[in-house]
């Protein structure tokens, strides 16, 4: 009698792009890691000078990386690196972020390449964009990733925001290696395999010196930029 090699549970694998063989081109993504419905609830009681709070978060309808045997990978089939860079203002880590991506041959983004996405995203203008998003306050980012989905109307810096993390986790879908700058990128591509952080700081001295002949300014005006920006 004839016994098929092939079980129920069997690995099946399809011809995708139709070249007759079986390789790394032929991966697709199945569903996203950005959900499609977020939901909030804050709750809050107060009781003689005593304050009680609660709040919760949660996302539905989303695809969710889960183990090392589920790691992206990129055009090549090698294992995808999402190199998240943040650095203090005037420690030169944007500059050090490009040469790095020039350096691995991976794609780099940084203003140039994702405030456009990021208006297209928000509807805000690049201008205000461009002004607002290296200086963005802690206490904005906060707020939003604890209880912003809850809110009913955004401002403008949590529709950046928000646009932001839409982008950044757009872009971690893609079959590429890249270096991405700023952004919170690190935060937001927390729980992703495939991400590798890296924070550049300098001595305050240092930066005060760079801001200086970078911007054109006395080391008077130049610390109190960085003053402002940290």
Same mark, same amino acid.
């Given at each position: ?12 694998? +399809? !011809?995708?792009?139709? @070249? ?7 991966? =697709?993504? $199945? %569903? ?36 090392? +045997? !589920?790691?992206?990978? @990129? ?7 999402? =190199?998240? $860079? %943040? ?144």
């Amino acid at each position: 009698a004839f016994v098929s090699a092939t079980q129920l549970g069997d690995e099946v694998f +399809e !011809d995708v792009d139709g @070249d007759g063989s079986i390789n790394t081109n032929d991966y =697709i993504c $199945i %569903g996203s890691v950005e959900p499609k419905y977020y939901y909030g609830l804050n709750f809050n009681v107060a009781w003689k000078g005593l304050t009680f709070s609660v709040y919760g978060q949660g996302a539905w309808d989303y695809a969710s990386i889960i183990g090392d +045997e !589920d790691l992206y990978f @990129d055009e090549t089939g090698k294992p995808k690196l999402l =190199i998240s $860079i %943040g650095w203090e203002f005037g420690s030169g880590g944007y500059e050090l972020a490009r040469k790095l991506a020039d350096y691995l041959g991976v794609k780099f983004y940084g203003n140039n390449e994702l405030i456009p996405l990021e208006a297209e995203e928000s509807g805000l203008p690049e201008s205000f964009i461009q002004k607002h998003e290296h200086n963005m306050s802690h206490a904005v980012v906060y707020d939003f990733m604890n209880a912003g989905y809850a809110m009913l109307e955004l401002t403008p810096l949590e529709k950046l925001f928000a646009a932001q993390v839409k982008v950044i986790r757009r872009i971690a879908q893609r079959p590429e290696s890249c270096v991405l700058v700023g952004r919170c990128s690190d935060y937001i591509l927390y729980d992703d395999p495939n991400s590798f952080r890296i924070f550049i700081h300098a001595p305050t001295d240092y930066r005060v010196q760079r801001i200086s002949e970078s911007m054109h300014l006395s080391e008077k005006q130049a610390a109190a930029d960085l003053s402002a920006t940290d």
